[in-house]
RNA sequence: GGAGAGGUGUCAGAGUGGUCUAAUGUGUCUGAUUCGAAAUCAGAUGUCCUGAGAGGGACCGGGGGUUCGAAUCCCUCCCUCUCCGCCA
């Protein structure tokens, strides 16, 4: 959520934002502030009747409650209770509408984003190392996977359906060994606690991170229980603090977690239907940051180096991207995607997104710190991928395969094979 | 899953219809005392909304109800604990 302030005091802003984002009407914004005017002004008036009530009562209990007296007092009572409830109905129904559509409303982006309708504006911000050269056509990770015997996609369509695999033998030895490399070097090196919680969480926790209620087709949810598989530990990992107030001296809170993550990829039939790119669970190597707000888009850039360390230790070509207003997701103020260069597929592949939220999720999960001696404030979160585990093990059998159709396991892992 | 008990401020814990503006203890901060500290004494100390401020409103697990008035009574949901059952 972005601050109600802004909708109230400078709502062209909000739009402009929008604009940049390439969501003009998509939240009506001229009916959001409507409904606030309304809301407040009813909460006013129910403020100041309440008052009245309270005081009025008081005296009734002062006058023992009997004689004619305190019998006029309760009926004047009862009438403002009646006034009460005349517009408490309206009230409720303002308050709710308020609520979603502020929780649709996107949150402001950073200065530094650059404008753009979709991903083919994002910024080329840096590369690091270079494509790998074969001395003949490099293969799709699938191709070499099914053909070792170690990536088995029929029966991972047996067990589940589409966009489910089966690991065999080196594959399930190699994704292992990669998270236990990748929690090595974040907990060992760059200062992260590793964590470990639920993969399953409720409501509360979907919609404080932003995952609820708008984008709810993306999620698996079991009605029954009222719980939701989560996309992605940053859910597990920012929620930990919900509704919690953390002093000043013990920020930043810097963690990591590995979890398995469930996205039901409603939008994205047809694309990326082979290989290990886009299904349905993948592990991932998570990590979240609660900061100071000053220091937020320092933390970001650290974050984002963090990620990128995996991939220069295990020396696969990437390029650090900084997405365009039209492609930031919504929670986020500042995102950079890292990309790997995949040969067999012959393009650059995410396999991090890295994210400042300012206090967007703060504002939703009630996520807040404390300077000593000064009222409570939001504080901001962040995230990243440390990397998606599934994919650096496709990037590893795509840019390690060699001329017999198999691949070479990286130096820095084969301690952990 | 069955039976029972319970959810109150940093924590412990009292409160079963009206000075609850939530007792008391504890923690924290400030002051007094002290060379300094401990101990002791005095005072302060929650969150949210609204408001320029004074102030006002809301919050005793969540939601709803009864009442002139609810932490307190009723309904409902959630959670925790104990015992039993089941179980990696």
């Known amino acids: 959520m972005i601050d109600p302030k802004i909708i109230r005091d400078d709502i062209e802003s909000v739009r402009r934002n929008h604009a940049k984002r390439n969501m003009t009407g998509v939240v009506n914004l001229d009916e959001l502030k409507n ?4 809301r407040r002004s009813l909460n006013l008036k129910s403020d100041e009747l309440r008052e009245k009530r309270n005081t009025l009562s008081k005296t009734i209990g002062q006058l023992k409650g009997q004689g004619p007296e305190a019998e006029a007092l309760k009926k004047d009572v009862q009438a403002i209770a009646d006034e009460l409830k005349s517009f408490a109905d309206r009230q409720a129904e303002l308050e709710k509408m308020f609520n979603e559509l502020h929780l649709s409303v996107p949150n ?8 753009g309708k979709d991903e083919k504006e994002n910024v080329v911000v840096r590369t690091w190392g270079a494509k790998p050269e074969f001395s003949f056509t490099p293969k799709p990770h699938y191709e070499i996977g099914t053909d070792m015997g170690i990536l088995d996609f029929e029966r991972g369509v047996k067990l589940a359906g589409a966009r489910f695999y089966l690991y065999r033998g080196l594959a399930a030895r ?7 490399f990748m929690l090595d070097l974040h907990t060992k090196e760059n200062g992260y606690e590793e964590t470990f919680g639920p993969f399953i969480v409720n409501d509360e926790s979907m919609t404080g991170t932003g995952q609820y209620p708008k984008f709810k087709d993306e999620y698996y949810r079991i009605d029954r229980d009222g719980l939701s598989l989560i996309p992605t530990a940053e859910v597990t990992l920012t929620n930990i603090y919900r509704d919690e107030i953390i002093e000043e001296e013990n920020l930043p809170i810097h963690l990591t977690m590995q979890s398995s993550c469930f996205r039901r990829e409603a939008g994205a039939a047809g694309r990326d239907t082979r290989g290990l790119v886009r ?4 592990q991932k190597v998570e990590l979240v940051k609660f900061v100071e707000p000053s220091t937020s888009f320092d933390e970001l850039e650290k974050l984002t180096a963090n990620a990128e360390e995996v991939l220069k230790r295990l020396g696969l070509h990437y390029r650090v991207v900084l997405l365009c207003g039209g492609d930031t997701s919504a929670s986020s103020a500042k995102t950079y ?5 995949m040969p067999g597929l012959d393009r650059y592949m995410e396999i991090s997104s890295c994210s400042n939220f300012l206090e967007y999720q703060a504002r939703r999960a ?9 009222k409570p404030a939001y504080l901001h979160t962040l995230n990243g991928s440390g990397l998606a585990a599934g994919r650096t093990m496709a990037a590893i059998i795509e840019n390690y395969q060699t001329s017999d ?10 301690k952990y094979m």
């Open 174 to 180: 190699l994704e292992r060994s990669i998270i236990n």
């Open 279 to 282: 299904v349905h669970q993948f």
């Open 35 to 38: 409904i606030d005017e309304e």
């Open 337 to 341: 995607d890292i990309e790997v260069w």
């Open 405 to 414: 159709g198999r691949f070479e396991i990286p130096e820095v892992l084969k």
């Open 108 to 115: 402001m982006l950073d200065e530094s984003v650059p404008e």
């Open 366 to 374: 009630m996520i807040r710190y404390r300077k000593k001696g000064e």
